[in-house]
């Protein structure tokens, strides 16, 4: 069974510029989030969809934006790139369904290292 | 604010010893905690979860604690193995949003052989 693939594995972009990372989930889940790591930051949560709907958000700014596609692909956008935006970011999927039922727990892809210069 | 503390960004441990991670949350509206594992340049893996209806989970070597009351959680590692050593991250979310996990920052775990 194939895991979370994210790609690319490493980016290195310019301050100003804008970027987009893809995630493609374990088959059959169909909730995707997104989470940034920093060292001493832990996690940080950017935002969970599910069925193409973004249900939950966390606390950054709306240079950070995401999408899912129908086949639960999901892409996460950042422009007008900071410094302070280098980071692992790292996708995850879980086979949660409907809001309430209990998380399996993620999987998580290895990430995209993103480095601004 | 951080919701979800782990105050030792580092613990080192004996091969064989008990490895105890702990983890402090300061929402009382968590209802599902989680622990991961992370090695580095890959991504966290699920380690093993609890409901705030239980006190204690084990699996395998693994044994997680609640309290309550306290607002703490613990992971135990019973006997701790090299291949231990890794950064474990505990989560937490809430009944009303499952699928949102917050994260702690990490303890890092050295197992010494």
């Known amino acids: 069974k194939a895991g979370v693939t994210q790609t690319p594995r490493y980016l290195i972009k310019t301050r100003g510029q804008q970027v987009t990372l893809s995630c493609s989930p374990i088959s059959g889940h169909r909730s995707v989030s997104w989470y940034q790591q920093t060292p001493g930051q832990g996690l940080q949560f950017l935002f969970e969809y599910f069925s193409e709907t973004q249900r939950n958000k966390g606390n950054f700014p709306g240079r950070f934006s995401g999408r899912q596609f129908s086949n639960s692909r999901s892409e996460m956008n950042v422009s007008t790139l900071e410094l302070g935006d280098s980071a692992l970011y790292l996708c995850?999927?879980?086979?949660?369904?409907?809001?309430?039922?209990?998380?399996?727990?993620?999987?998580f892809g290895s990430g995209t290292r993103l480095t601004v210069v | 604010d951080q919701q979800v503390k782990q105050n030792s960004p580092s613990l080192s441990v004996q091969e064989g010893r008990i490895s105890i991670l702990n983890c402090d949350y300061t929402?009382?509206?968590?209802?599902?905690f989680l622990w991961y594992k992370k090695y580095p340049a890959e991504g966290p893996t699920f380690l093993i979860s609890i409901s705030s209806i239980k006190d204690k989970n084990e699996d395998g070597r693994f044994t997680v604690f609640l309290n309550k009351s306290a607002k703490h959680l613990s992971l135990h590692i019973v006997p701790s193995q090299p291949g231990d050593s890794a950064v474990y991250f505990c989560?937490?979310?809430?009944?009303?949003?499952?699928?949102?996990?917050?994260f702690g920052p990490g303890t890092s775990l050295s197992v010494i052989p």
């Open positions: 929402n009382s509206m968590f209802d599902y």
């Open positions: 995850a999927s879980s086979l949660a369904r409907d809001r309430g039922e209990l998380p399996y727990g993620y999987t």
């Open positions: 989560a937490a979310s809430l009944k009303t949003s499952y699928d949102k996990v917050i």
